[in-house]
C-alpha cells in the first residue's frame, strides 16, 4: 500500500521554509553571473527549485518558482533602478515599481518551467529531460517575445569559464543552457532534499509507494555519475576544442585593433557646446594609441556615441575626424546619429560610421534592434502615453539585419550596444561574411553596478557561437577583446580614459550554430509541447488512498 502522502503535498501555498529554499536558491544562483562569476553555482543553483517542483502540486510550485525567479532577477537586474532615477528622471518610488513590474513579468518564466516539472513529474516523466526541455523553451520565447529580451541567459553563468561554453558553436547559448539544467536536474535527483522542508525525495512522488532503500540509493549513485561524466566530458572537449581554435586562429590572417574609452560623464554627452571637446578627446587618445602600439592599428574603434551629432551632415565636427584618419592611415569606426528618409520626413537613426585612410566615409550601419522605450515605443497606440527617451524624444529608425562595413579586405559585423545580446545579429552577420564583430556601446547608463560587466559577457557568447574575434569600446567601460575561443582580453576598469591594442584573427572556421541558427530552442519548445500534450490526453495513473493522488511520479 502506498504511504501517507506528504502534509507539503495537500498545500495551496509553500510552507515558509520552502518560500526561504526558494528565495536562497534564487540568490545562490545570482553568484554565478558577472560581474562575481562563481560560475560553478551555475551548475547546482537550480537544485532547490527542482526539489520544491518535484515535491509541491503545480500551483504550490508556480509560486515557488516565481519566489525563486524574483529573487534571481531582482538580484541580477538591480541597476535598473539606477538607469531610471539618475537618466530616466523617475523618483526611487516609481523606479523601484517599474523594476519590480518588469521582474514579476520575467520571473513568470520560472514559474512556469516549476508548475510543468511538477505537473509532468506527477504524470510519470522524469524532470532529467523534460526541466531542460521547458528552460530552453521558455528561454528561446523569452528572446523574442514583445521584442525580446535576453539578458543573461542561464549559459551566460559560465562565460567566465571558457571551456565549458564551447559547446555553444554546436547548438548556441539556448542549448548550452539545457546542458546546464541538466546538470541541475542530475545533481537534485542525486541530493535527497532536507527532512524538515517536508519535501518527498525523488522517486517517492505522490501516489507511489518508496521503493527499497537499496533501489533508491543506486539510482541516486546513477545520477551523481552522470552528473560527473557530463561536466568532465564538457570540460574535457571544451579544452580540447579551445586548443584547436587557438591553432586554427595562429593561422589566420591577422588584423590589428585599438579600441578607445574616452570616459565621457553621459550627462555631458549631448550637451552641443561639448561636440568639438568630445571629438577631441577621442582624437586624442587614438593618436596616443597609434604612437604607443608596436605597428599602426588598422583599425580603431571608437563606442557609441563617440560623435554625439549628425556625422558628415556637421561638417565643423566632422572633418577633424576625417583628417585624423586620413593622416594616420587608419579605418576609424564611430558611434554617431544618422538620418533615414522614412517617407517624405527624415527621422534618426543609431549609427555607426566608418571612415577610411583616405579620409572619406566607407560605409555606415544602422542599429537593427532598438531598446523599447528607450529609443523607440513599440506598440504607440497602446503606449500613446509614453515618450522615448532617446536624446531627441523622437522614434529612431531601425536598420536591416545582417548589415556589415568593409575595412580594406575585411569584413565587419558591428553591435551597437545591447545587440550583442541578440544571437541571430550576429549570426546574420557572420553569414554575410563578417571575420570580425564589432561591439560599440555606452554603458555609462549602468553607474558602478554589475550592469556593464553582465552586457559584456554576451559577446563571449556571440564569438564562441560563430568562431570569430570580437572588439568592443565601451564609453566609460568594459572595453575588450574577445578571442574566438571565448577568451576575454584586455579588458578595461570602469570610468576610466584607456586605450588597448592587440592582433586579432580573420577566423573563417563555419560553425554549425551559424549555419542552422537557435534550433535548439524551438525544438525544444516543441517537444516540451508534446510531453504536455502527451501528459494532458493519457490516462491518470492509479489514484491514493486519499482518492486526489496525482498519478505515478516517476522512479528516476
Known amino acids: 500500500m502506498p504511504p501517507s502522502l506528504p502534509a507539503t503535498s495537500a498545500r495551496r501555498l509553500p510552507s515558509l521554509r520552502q518560500a526561504l529554499l526558494a528565495v536562497g536558491g534564487g540568490l545562490v544562483l545570482a553568484l554565478a ?24 502540486r503545480p500551483l504550490p510550485a508556480l509560486l515557488a518558482g516565481w519566489l525563486y525567479g524574483l529573487t534571481l532577477n531582482l538580484c541580477l537586474r538591480y541597476w535598473l533602478t539606477v538607469v531610471m532615477t539618475s537618466y530616466g528622471g523617475l523618483n526611487w518610488p516609481l523606479s523601484i515599481l517599474g523594476l519590480v513590474l518588469l521582474e514579476i513579468y520575467l520571473s513568470s518564466y520560472v514559474a512556469i518551467l516549476a508548475a510543468l516539472v511538477s505537473f509532468l513529474y506527477r504524470r ?28 543573461l541567459p542561464l549559459s551566460a553563468g559560465l562565460t567566465s ?44 512522488g ?11 540509493d543506486r539510482r541516486r549513485l546513477a545520477a551523481a555519475l552522470a552528473a560527473v561524466i557530463l561536466l568532465a566530458s564538457g570540460w574535457l572537449w571544451g579544452a580540447w576544442r579551445m586548443e584547436r581554435v587557438q591553432e586554427a586562429a595562429a593561422q589566420a590572417p591577422q588584423l590589428t585593433v585599438t579600441v578607445v574609452q574616452a570616459n565621457i560623464p553621459l550627462l555631458d554627452l549631448w550637451r552641443p557646446g561639448n561636440r568639438t571637446w568630445i571629438v577631441r578627446r577621442h582624437l586624442e587618445l587614438t593618436a596616443q594609441a597609434v604612437a604607443q602600439a608596436g605597428e599602426r592599428p588598422w583599425l580603431v574603434v571608437w563606442p557609441e556615441s563617440a560623435a554625439p551629432f549628425y556625422f558628415l551632415t556637421d561638417a565643423r565636427d566632422s572633418l577633424p575626424v576625417l583628417r585624423a584618419a586620413r593622416d594616420l592611415g587608419v579605418f576609424i569606426t564611430l558611434g554617431s546619429q544618422g538620418l533615414i528618409k522614412a517617407g517624405p520626413p527624415l527621422t534618426a537613426s543609431n ?47 531601425p536598420g536591416s539585419r545582417g548589415g556589415t562595413l568593409e575595412a580594406g579586405g575585411a569584413v ?18 557572420r553569414q554575410k561574411g563578417a571575420l570580425l564583430m564589432v561591439n560599440q556601446t555606452n554603458d555609462s547608463w549602468y553607474g558602478r553596478t554589475g550592469a556593464a560587466h ?9 564569438a564562441v557561437e560563430n568562431r570569430v574575434a570580437a572588439a568592443r569600446a565601451a564609453n566609460t567601460g568594459v572595453s575588450c577583446f574577445v578571442l574566438p575561443d571565448g577568451r576575454v582580453t584586455q579588458a578595461t576598469g570602469l570610468f576610466v580614459p584607456a586605450v588597448e591594442t592587440r592582433r586579432l584573427p580573420l577566423l573563417d572556421l563555419p560553425t554549425l550554430f551559424t549555419q542552422t541558427g537557435d534550433v535548439a530552442g524551438p525544438l525544444s519548445l516543441g517537444l516540451g509541447g508534446l510531453a504536455l500534450l502527451w501528459a494532458l490526453i493519457r490516462r491518470r495513473g492509479p489514484r491514493s488512498p486519499g482518492g486526489k493522488g496525482d498519478g505515478q511520479g516517476p522512479s528516476a
Open 454 to 462: 553582465q552586457h559584456m559577457s554576451h559577446l563571449v557568447l556571440r
Open 412 to 429: 565587419l559585423g558591428p553591435l551597437i550596444c545591447y545587440e550583442s545580446i541578440f544571437p541571430e545579429l550576429a549570426r546574420a552577420q
Open 124 to 151: 510519470g516523466q522524469s524532470p532529467l529531460w523534460t526541466a531542460p526541455l521547458i528552460w530552453a523553451g521558455l528561454e528561446w520565447v523569452r528572446g523574442w517575445f514583445f521584442t525580446g529580451f535576453p539578458w
Open 351 to 397: 549609427r555607426s560610421w566608418l571612415v577610411g585612410p583616405q579620409g572619406q566615409a566607407q560605409g555606415y550601419y544602422d542599429k537593427v534592434h532598438l531598446v523599447p522605450f528607450g529609443e523607440y515605443v513599440p506598440a504607440p497606440e497602446v503606449f500613446f502615453f509614453v515618450k522615448a527617451i532617446a536624446a531627441l524624444g523622437i522614434d529612431f529608425q
Open 161 to 204: 569559464f571558457p571551456p565549458l561554453v564551447q559547446s555553444a558553436e554546436l547548438w548556441g547559448a539556448t542549448g548550452l543552457s539545457a546542458l546546464v539544467v541538466m546538470m541541475n536536474a542530475l545533481l537534485a535527483r542525486a541530493w535527497t532534499p532536507p527532512a524538515w522542508l517536508g519535501l518527498p525525495t525523488a522517486g517517492q
Open 206 to 216: 505522490p501516489g507511489t509507494a518508496a521503493g527499497p532503500a537499496p533501489s533508491q
Open 33 to 56: 553571473f558577472p560581474n562575481l562569476d562563481l560560475w560553478p553555482l551555475a551548475l547546482l543553483g537550480l537544485v532547490p527549485l527542482f526539489w520544491l517542483a518535484q515535491g509541491l
